[in-house]
């Protein structure tokens, strides 16, 4: 396969939006740009921060018997949900999975975008979506996920972009073969010596763990110690220049 793939949307999980999307606002200096009354049918509510050209959503069940109500049950709330990438073909993505006998979940169609979600018990750690949106291929551009005027709520006072997902395995090099085999990436090695998938705005990052899931978010950060800081200042335990949000683990970097 050719053509281009990035890293569009991490989403996470919680039992309820808030407090969760209030701590992530005020503890990263992010904005809210979107909550997507369309999710409402899988009996969600969500909301999106832009980091950068990156989307961090965040989904939560509001009625029994969701897939993401399911997850939370499974996991104990621990583990990124979905990665969600733009490419230049969702279904073309969908077929070349469907032939590794990596299930289709869903298809959302509200044009101009068009989205294909894996099924995250054959993606294994998280949900895998490929969306385009139809004659915009600017990161910057229309991406209705997001809502009309997405891009005015970027903020690059405190956090500057998501950099890196690092995801856990029993077998770390097993699930990033299966991965990168999905995204059309090749496996290369991280500076730590893991395995790793490189994509031009982001890279994932494969380590030991007792479990397939998505652990950890590492973000770029104008100063360290001010996010240190925010999360203490809202009762979370900080180690090193991480600490647990979410269901996984904020890293900082500068």
């Given at each position: 396969?050719?053509?281009?793939?990035?890293?569009r949307?991490?989403?996470?999980?919680?039992?309820?939006?808030?407090?969760?999307?209030?701590?992530?606002?005020?503890?990263?200096?992010?904005?809210?740009?979107?909550?997507?009354?369309?999710?409402?049918?899988?009996?969600l509510e969500?909301?999106?921060?832009?980091?950068?050209?990156?989307?961090?959503?965040?989904?939560?069940?509001?009625?029994?018997?969701?897939?993401?109500?399911?997850?939370?049950?499974?996991?104990?709330?621990?583990?990124?949900?979905?990665?969600?990438?733009?490419?230049?073909?969702?279904?073309?993505?969908?077929?070349?999975?469907?032939?590794?006998?990596?299930?289709?979940?869903?298809?959302?169609?509200?044009a101009?975008?068009?989205?294909?979600?894996?099924?995250?018990?054959?993606?294994?750690?998280?949900?895998?979506?490929?969306?385009?949106?139809?004659?915009?291929?600017?990161?910057?551009?229309?991406?209705?996920?997001?809502?009309?005027?997405?891009?005015?709520?970027?903020?690059?006072?405190?956090?500057?972009?998501?950099?890196?997902?690092?995801?856990?395995?029993p077998?770390?090099?097993?699930?990033?073969?299966?991965?990168?085999?999905?995204?059309g990436?090749?496996?290369?090695?991280?500076?730590?010596?893991?395995?790793?998938?490189?994509?031009?705005?982001?890279?994932?990052?494969?380590?030991?763990?007792a479990?397939?899931?998505?652990?950890?978010?590492?973000?770029?950060?104008?100063?360290?110690?001010?996010?240190?800081?925010?999360?203490?200042?809202?009762?979370?335990?900080?180690?090193?220049?991480?600490?647990?949000?979410?269901?996984?683990?904020?890293?900082?970097?500068?």
């Amino acid at each position: 396969m050719s053509g281009f793939m990035r890293l569009r949307q991490i989403c996470l999980v919680a039992p309820a939006i808030e407090p969760l999307v209030g701590d992530i606002a005020a503890i990263m200096g992010l904005n809210i740009c979107y909550r997507d009354g369309n999710v409402a049918k899988y009996g969600l509510e969500n909301a999106l921060l832009p980091v950068d050209t990156i989307l961090l959503e965040v989904v939560a069940p509001f009625q029994p018997g969701t897939a993401a109500g399911r997850f939370i049950e499974k996991t104990g709330g621990r583990g990124g949900y979905m990665a969600i990438f733009c490419c230049d073909d969702p279904d073309e993505r969908g077929a070349h999975a469907a032939k590794m006998g990596v299930r289709t979940a869903n298809v959302i169609d509200h044009a101009p975008y068009h989205g294909v979600q894996l099924h995250p018990r054959d993606c294994r750690a998280a949900f895998i979506e490929f969306n385009h949106t139809a004659a915009s291929d600017n990161v910057l551009g229309p991406y209705p996920p997001a809502g009309p005027d997405w891009t005015k709520s970027i903020r690059k006072d405190v956090t500057l972009a998501l950099t890196e997902v690092e995801m856990e395995s029993p077998e770390p090099g097993v699930l990033a073969a299966h991965w990168g085999k999905i995204i059309g990436i090749p496996v290369s090695t991280s500076r730590n010596a893991e395995p790793e998938l490189k994509l031009p705005n982001a890279s994932f990052r494969f380590v030991n763990g007792a479990a397939d899931i998505m652990s950890g978010l590492t973000f770029k950060v104008a100063d360290v110690a001010v996010v240190r800081d925010a999360a203490r200042a809202r009762g979370f335990s900080v180690s090193g220049d991480s600490f647990e949000l979410g269901g996984v683990t904020f890293r900082l970097t500068t």
